[in-house]
């Protein structure tokens, strides 16, 4: 993976200092927290409902076991011992007090890490596929270009306070794993016919209150100009994004007002004073970022291990773990191996400071010291040798990370909610919690097979409910929590927007309608037909018919929400530190 | 006060704001070195072009292309920043500088605050109005906050990778 030179280290020396000075201003009072917030927020700190929340960037979701050792260290010194891996392949940490922000980020910065525009209306961590490298449909390996582009961004002086924030995800492989038609700028590093690198660009995508796919701006941008054909387009959106209503500021509605015809004139006339100039990629820094990410040394073994291969005939329960945490590798012998943070009662996508340092060890012992974070908030080893995979699954059932739902019904994408997050109107953790007891049971999971159930507390979208299978919005009626139902949405290459499928239900209400859906699914699917794809070929109407025919019962065992505890927001002008502590 | 080339000094120059009601071709722009809103300038143009103290300022839904005639007679663009959060400033200042090649000064006005002055200056400002309730001195400290940068813009034409030798 990039390791930093000294340059980069004294980019992110000098950004630690200067985020401790801007952090002892604020405690001084002489920054009001309308001034602090923007610059708190670029370093990656929000203001929750309980305490201060930072998050963290991974860039590209590619972190060192020792990386991945100071999460744990973080999660122990700082916060409550445990920490949430998010939907942008990040983590973060939900208890922090503002006085430890500084030396959070310089105990990061020894270890390559920073917070740097994890928030704020900038360009954000630049997110990527999780088998990047290893993935045997991948056609150009998008990490370099990643890193490249993250130099770029990183404290980019013109585009510091965008309209909005903004997001970049990459993807170099034959399947989309990135989700690149739902970000501000989504890139396909391809191949022309020529055998050259290059980029598909894809412009105005994104999720939130107005959910777009994004349409492509340009089939092929060779890789030489891709940091001035961005740059282009966020310069465009700087100069003409709207700023006078918050909700119409990405660059999606500027995209769709101006029409992607006359989007791409303006883009292409202000890239013809940048192309072929100084920011041009030069051959020599490809080449030296790219030498970070060379193949480990794999050993030369058999495309199947005969041995695991008995070990699969013979034990179910390994058998059943493989199905579906184990991934197809390039290099024969080797494998890629998920590594489930969605045990049923714990909080989608949370490890504690004792599973991260176990993850850490299992990366050096297994996968040559690197981890990946998923967009799907679970955590990958890239390149896990087929004879190893047996004791693998052992370590890591004891650690609880081996749960058998990759791609499965608990397999949920969940944002923090109302548990911690001002924004929220509803619930999300506690409603994931309640969904996974309902269907835990294993058999029935792979019985009803791969299924995405994506959950939002609020129109934001952290949650990606727009393109879930199964998506869940909580809206407020009223003071009080509901959750709308959306089917159809998908994500990758057939990315697809969900439908409503009528009024919403009660916290209590949930799991049974759940199981409404499924029943329609079980009873409609062909053979091995995936939920989504009965869904597109039946249409909505038989789920509305069966959701709403009869009244849905409300499951009295689960608890009630505390609906004053949910008012319980934060606005900006409260005190910089959470009266509780 | 103001920040000019990294020093503290006295402001000497008028910001002309139009009231309410007041129009661009009728209000009477002062003697003296004065800052005239965009509008003013084009309104009055003949004449305050025969001015040596007259400079221009922008505000941020304006356009440095509205200068091109213009920038290689001003010795003084201002650029307004309406609220601090607002970004558009940093591209104007970029296109006057990398584009139009404006080589006078060019001064922030508006809610200048010292935390985003790094920017403001690499984007192509040389001159800084902070807002009168803050420290002028502490402001200036900012300007040095970085000494390593990564990319392109008005204060740097050549990005890190062909500046020096990476990896080291």
């Known amino acids: ?581 | 006060m103001i920040i000019k080339n990294k020093t503290v000094m006295e402001d000497d120059s008028l910001v002309l704001r139009l009231a309410e009601g007041e129009s661009a071709a009728s209000v009477v722009v002062p003697a003296g070195k004065v800052i005239v809103p965009l509008q003013v300038w084009q309104a009055q143009r003949a004449t305050l072009q025969q001015r040596a103290d007259v400079g221009v300022w922008l505000a941020s839904d304006e356009r440095a292309e509205d200068l091109r005639d213009d920038v290689q007679k001003l010795a003084l663009i201002a650029v307004d920043f309406p609220k601090f959060a607002d970004g558009r400033g940093y591209s104007i200042a970029y296109h006057l500088r990398a584009r139009l090649g404006y080589q006078g000064e060019l001064r922030a006005i508006g809610d200048v605050l010292r935390d985003q002055m790094f920017y403001m200056q690499r984007a192509g400002f040389d001159a800084f109005a902070p807002r009168a309730d803050k420290d002028i001195h502490a402001a200036l400290k900012s300007l040095n906050d970085f000494s390593v940068t990564y990319q392109v813009s008005a204060d740097q034409a050549q990005p890190l990778f062909r500046r020096v030798v990476r990896g080291v």
């Open chain 1, 1 to 581: 993976m990039y390791r930093y030179d000294s340059f980069d280290h004294q980019i992110t020396a000098e950004r630690v200092a200067q985020f401790r000075d801007q952090v002892a201003r604020r405690l001084s009072g002489e920054l009001s927290e309308d001034e602090f917030r923007i610059l708190r927020l670029q370093n990656g700190l929000y203001m929750q409902i309980h305490a201060y929340m930072m998050r963290i960037a991974v860039p590209y979701g590619l972190v060192s076991a020792a990386q991945m050792r100071m999460f744990a260290h973080i999660a122990r010194k700082y916060d409550r011992g445990y920490g949430h891996f998010t939907t942008r392949q990040n983590i973060q940490f939900n208890w922090l007090k503002l006085p430890d922000a500084p030396d959070i980020l310089a105990d990061l910065a020894t270890v390559e890490m920073h917070a740097n525009q994890t928030s704020g209306n900038c360009i954000r961590n630049i997110t990527s596929d999780e088998f990047a490298g290893v993935a045997q449909d991948e056609i150009v390996d998008p990490r370099p270009y990643a890193e490249i582009l993250r130099q770029w961004s990183t404290f980019h002086p013109e585009f510091g306070y965008l309209p909005r924030k903004f997001k970049f995800a990459i993807t170099g492989a034959v399947n989309d794993r990135a989700a690149i038609a739902v970000h501000d700028i989504g890139l396909q590093a391809l191949r022309n016919a020529q055998g050259e690198v290059g980029f598909r660009v894809l412009v105005g995508g994104g999720l939130g209150r107005t959910p777009v796919i994004g349409t492509e701006i340009s089939a092929f941008v060779p890789w030489q100009h891709i940091i001035s054909y961005a740059e282009s387009i966020v310069r465009v959106y700087n100069e003409y994004g709207r700023r006078d209503n918050i909700y119409k500021a990405r660059i999606k509605i500027l995209v769709k007002a101006l029409g992607i015809t006359e989007f791409k004139r303006q883009v292409e006339a202000d890239w013809q004073f940048t192309k072929d100039g100084p920011c041009t990629i030069t051959q020599a820094e490809l080449n030296r970022v790219a030498a970070f990410f060379t193949a480990p040394a794999y050993q030369s073994l058999p495309a199947v291990d005969a041995a695991n291969a008995a070990l699969l005939d013979e034990n179910a329960g390994y058998a059943s773990w493989y199905k579906r945490s184990v991934k197809p590798h390039k290099v024969p012998g080797y494998a890629a191996v998920v590594l489930s943070l969605k045990k049923t009662g714990i909080a989608p996508g949370d490890a504690t400071d004792t599973q991260m340092d176990a993850a850490a060890e299992l990366a050096e012992r297994y996968s040559f010291g690197e981890l990946r974070i998923t967009h799907m908030q679970n955590l990958v080893l890239a390149d896990v040798k087929q004879s190893e995979l047996f004791a693998l699954w052992q370590a890591a059932k004891k650690l609880g990370m081996a749960t058998a739902n990759i791609g499965l019904l608990t397999d949920m994408i969940c944002c923090p909610g109302g548990d911690f997050c001002t924004l929220a109107n509803a619930r999300s953790i506690p409603l994931a919690k309640a969904i996974a007891e309902c269907f835990d049971d294993l058999d029935f999971q792979h019985d009803i097979g791969e299924i995405e159930i994506n959950i939002s507390g609020c129109i934001n979208a952290c949650g990606h409910h727009h393109v879930g299978h199964i998506g869940i919005l909580g809206v407020d009626k009223d003071g009080e929590e509901w959750y709308q139902v959306q089917l159809g949405g998908a994500q990758g290459n057939e990315a697809a927007l969900g439908k409503v499928i009528g009024r919403s239900f009660s916290f209590e209400q949930m799991p049974e309608v759940i199981a409404r859906l499924l029943q329609v699914y079980v009873r409609e699917r062909y053979d091995d037909e995936r939920f989504i794809d009965t869904f597109r070929r039946i249409g909505i109407e038989p789920y509305k018919t069966e959701v709403y025919s009869t009244p849905v019962e409300a499951d009295e065992a689960l608890q009630a929400p505390d609906y004053e505890l949910l008012k319980v927001g934060m606005p900006y002008d409260m005190p910089y530190y959470s009266p509780r502590f």
